[in-house]
């Protein structure tokens, strides 16, 4: 009996030991959701499908961050530019006045030394003299006063053009032909001092965007985004006055090499971007893209692609029904 319970025993650790063993010789399960389905069609096939691919190459891609800001009204520099022309109307007309007066003084002292007028006469032009003195510094006084508010509200750039002679400088927003614009940065960026133009879009997207020139430092910033402020002009004829502006700023000293994606080329599925690689004359596979820059000509890829690289340009659509054909489970033959 012992003899029988002892064959037993040792059969059932061999069984156990085995079954460990063959555990762990069991390939593990390959739980990576990236791997994509490889796809096989023949030349004749893609070529009825219409599938045609371009070879990347390598580009340099200036670093951009967002900022924002909106269209300004210049009707308060406007107010400012009249008040300054009626100070210098006024100013020119009381030094006219203060100078002929001053030629009268002068006229009745000579008579008055040379007994032909009376003092009473002299001492009337010293008063008129010291009221038209007053009123030339008084005109004077506004017009500075006037250029010192304009500084304080919108810094020397648009101070110069707004009271300067030449009004043609600001002539260009009165006439619409271009429109200003103040620009916030985030608190923690900074303009590059080599930056002379940026790309701006009302509605975010970077593909339509337009180039703004740099006018000058904003003297003011606003008052939630507490960063640098600039001033930009362009000459977009769909922003208009008080719109919300999306700016794209060069990053300071920040060069990256990569890739760049035309738009046509990117497809969408369940919400992700990617496009299809040829990996050989008859194969594609589907490469996801997490990471990209939107620019004007595409998006910008530093790592998931590389030059020379073939991606699929048209036919993608046709890839894709076919992985997604090959990814239904078939049915069991009764």
Same mark, same amino acid.
């Given at each position: ?113 040379? #007994? &032909?007028?009376?003092? $009473? ?9 010291? =009221?038209? @003195?007053?009123? %030339? /510094? ?32 600001? #002539? &260009?927003?009165?006439? $619409? ?9 985030? =608190?923690? @960026?900074?303009? %590059? /001092? ?32 507490? #960063? ?107």
């Amino acid at each position: 009996m012992s003899t029988l319970l002892i064959v037993c025993f040792l059969s059932l650790s061999l069984f156990s030991v085995n079954s460990i063993a063959d555990d762990e010789m069991q390939p593990p399960e390959d739980h990576n959701d990236n791997v994509q389905s490889v796809i096989k069609l023949d030349a004749e096939t893609q070529e009825l499908s219409g599938i045609e691919t371009i070879t990347l190459k390598s580009v340099k891609y200036q670093a951009e961050f967002i900022a924002n800001g909106k269209a300004v009204n210049i009707h308060p520099l406007l107010a400012l530019r009249n008040r300054y022309l009626i100070a210098l109307t006024e100013n020119a007309s009381a030094k006219a006045k203060f100078k002929q007066a001053e030629q009268n003084v002068n006229r009745q002292e000579n008579l008055y030394r040379h #007994g &032909v007028s009376s003092k $009473r006469n002299l001492q009337e032009q010293q008063a008129q003299w010291q =009221t038209y @003195k007053a009123q %030339a /510094d008084a005109a004077d006084f506004q017009g500075k006063a006037v250029i010192d508010e304009a500084l304080v509200l919108w810094g020397k750039q648009l101070t110069d053009w707004a009271l300067s002679s030449d009004a043609d400088k600001l #002539g &260009v927003f009165l006439s $619409r032909r271009k429109r200003l614009l103040h620009i916030t940065l985030p =608190t923690n @960026k900074h303009l %590059a /001092d080599d930056i002379r133009s940026i790309y701006i879009n009302t509605s975010g997207d970077h593909s339509k965007a337009s180039k703004a020139e740099l006018v000058s430092v904003a003297a003011l910033t606003e008052t939630v985004a507490q #960063g640098e402020s600039y001033y930009f002009q362009t000459d977009d004829k769909h922003i208009i006055t008080g719109m919300n502006i999306t700016a794209w700023i060069p990053e300071q000293n920040v060069q990256l090499a990569g890739v760049i994606i035309p738009k046509f080329a990117v497809m969408w599925h369940m919400g992700q971007a990617f496009v299809y690689l040829k990996t050989a004359p008859n194969t594609f596979v589907r490469r996801i893209i997490d990471q990209y820059s939107a620019t004007a000509e595409g998006y910008f890829i530093a790592d998931a692609l590389h030059p020379g690289q073939q991606i699929v340009a048209t036919g993608g659509q046709m890839l894709l029904s076919e992985e997604l054909r090959g990814q239904i489970p078939k049915e069991d033959d009764d």
